[in-house]
Structure formats: C-alpha cells, structure tokens
C-alpha cells in the first residue's frame, strides 16, 4: 500500500515562497516519475510539476514554469516542490503522487495523501 505524506504549506503573501516535502513509501520510489498535484476549491485536481527518477527530465504546468521547482532526494524517497513567486490562483491543497506511465499527466494511483493547503491571499 503506497503511502504518501505532504508538508511544508501554510499561509504566505503575495510575492512569497513556499517548500513543500512528499515523503513517498510502500514502492519502490524511483520506479516511476513523481508528481505535485493540486486542488483548488470547487476544482477538479491539476497536474503541477514532475521528475524523472534520475531527476534529468522535468515537467511543469505553463502557469507554474519559471516560478515553481521540482527535486528529489531519492535516498530519502522525498520529493519537493520550491514554490516562488507565490499568486492567489496558485491557492490549493498540493497532493504528490507517482505519474502513470509514458506522457500522461495523471498520476498512477487513486490512494493520496492528506496534501498540504497552501493559501496566497489576494
């Protein structure tokens, strides 16, 4: 059973950062690339960013590209999404998860964890 656990959000300013952690276990962390999720109220969840396990390719949703940062430590099965440059719109509960296989932007499990609410204030 794969288990996921988010932290890292909080209340920030506009302008502001933000360093969210996914610690991932129950498989084999660099099996699959890892994902940010997100979801904002009254919205469907949105892919946000992924890695490639040997972190050399990296995905991102075009509003997020420039501002936001995808990494990984995968000797600590921790994946961590840098978040600069903080917008109202970016306002929502961030989920990690493994990324399905090929070009989908869809993660590969249905199981989440708790995510993180991050709040920008406008």
């Known amino acids: 059973q794969v288990q996921l656990v988010e932290s890292g959000g909080g209340l920030v300013q506009a302008g502001g950062a933000l360093r969210l952690s996914c610690a991932a276990s129950?498989?084999?962390?660099?099996?699959?690339?890892m994902g940010w999720f997100r979801q904002a109220p009254g919205k469907e969840r949105e892919f946000v960013a992924s890695i490639s396990w040997d972190g050399l390719n990296r995905r991102y949703l075009n509003s997020v590209k420039d501002r936001f940062t995808i990494s990984s430590d995968n000797a600590k099965n921790t994946v961590y999404l840098q978040m600069n440059s903080l917008k109202p719109e970016d306002t929502a509960v961030y989920y990690c998860?493994?990324?399905?296989?090929?070009?989908?932007?869809?993660?590969?499990?249905?199981?989440w964890g708790q995510g993180t609410q991050v709040t920008v204030p406008s």
């Open positions: 998860n493994w990324m399905a296989a090929g070009a989908s932007l869809r993660a590969q499990y249905d199981d």
């Open positions: 129950g498989r084999t962390f660099s099996a699959n690339d």
